[in-house]
């Protein structure tokens, strides 16, 4: 499964880049309007940072204008994937722009009939939010499950990019699920890396060496 970081900041990504186990990411216009600078230049930096898919938003809300923005989006850098609301608009947009040969995200998916419909239109990723479907007491994980499955089915080439995740157990449900990418924020990455034991055993293997072989000896 590939690992995205779900982010606008630069610091986060040159951090987490290094370690090797970063394939992408993915910002959306509330990541973008927490960072100072112009969203076009902090895009472009990204793209060379990462070297992968970077998803980058529309604002528009015709599908006229996204495909313009779309296409305006994909001069920044070759690693752009223009990234489009799920709407009858978003969809119209999604089957223009693959048409010309961009990579497409289909966002703010919360149904497996919305996830059928982009995958119809050549969308190259899908995101279903999960998240966002969690706090409506609905099962974010059960709409991954659902859209791995109807994908499974006909072969649908556009991947499952599992987005607005909120903690690593959802990391490991999509990674069971079989979904393609998992985008995550900064914070869940740290808490993947994390295990109490690691750092115990560390510790205890340290001081096992140093107690029979003391320093010079
Ligand atoms: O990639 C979409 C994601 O950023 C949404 O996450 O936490 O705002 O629901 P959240």
């Known amino acids: 499964m590939k690992l995205f970081i779900d982010t606008g900041n630069l610091k986060e990504i040159e951090s987490l880049v290094p370690l090797g186990v970063v394939d992408g990411i993915t910002t959306n216009p509330s990541l973008l309007a927490r960072e100072r600078g112009d969203p076009r230049d902090i895009l472009?930096?990204?793209c060379r940072l990462v070297?992968?898919?970077v998803s980058a938003e529309v604002l528009a809300s015709d599908a006229e204008g996204m495909v313009r923005e779309g296409r305006d989006l994909a001069t920044i850098d070759e690693h752009i994937v223009i990234k489009v609301p799920f709407t009858r608009e978003g969809v119209k947009a999604c089957k223009a722009l693959t048409g010309d040969g961009l990579r497409v995200n289909v966002t703010l998916v919360f149904s497996p009939t919305q996830a059928l419909l982009a995958a119809k239109v050549g969308a190259t990723y899908v995101s279903p939010f999960v998240g966002r479907l969690d706090d409506i007491s609905t099962s974010?994980?059960?709409l991954v499950e659902q859209?791995?499955?109807i994908y499974d089915n006909y072969d649908?080439?556009?991947?499952v990019l599992?987005?607005?995740v909120r903690h690593p157990l959802h990391v490991v449900e999509a990674a069971r699920m079989g979904a393609d990418v998992c985008t995550c924020p900064a914070a869940i990455f740290?808490?993947?890396?994390k295990h109490p034991l690691t750092d115990i055993g560390?510790?205890?293997f340290l001081k096992d060496w140093e107690k029979a072989r003391p320093a010079g000896v």
């Open 156 to 159: 649908f080439a556009t991947e």
């Open 162 to 164: 599992v987005a607005s």
């Open 140 to 142: 974010g994980m059960g």
């Open 202 to 204: 560390i510790e205890r």
């Open 190 to 193: 740290d808490a993947m890396f």
């Open 51 to 53: 070297q992968g898919p």
């Open 147 to 149: 859209i791995v499955e």
């Open 44 to 46: 472009k930096l990204i």
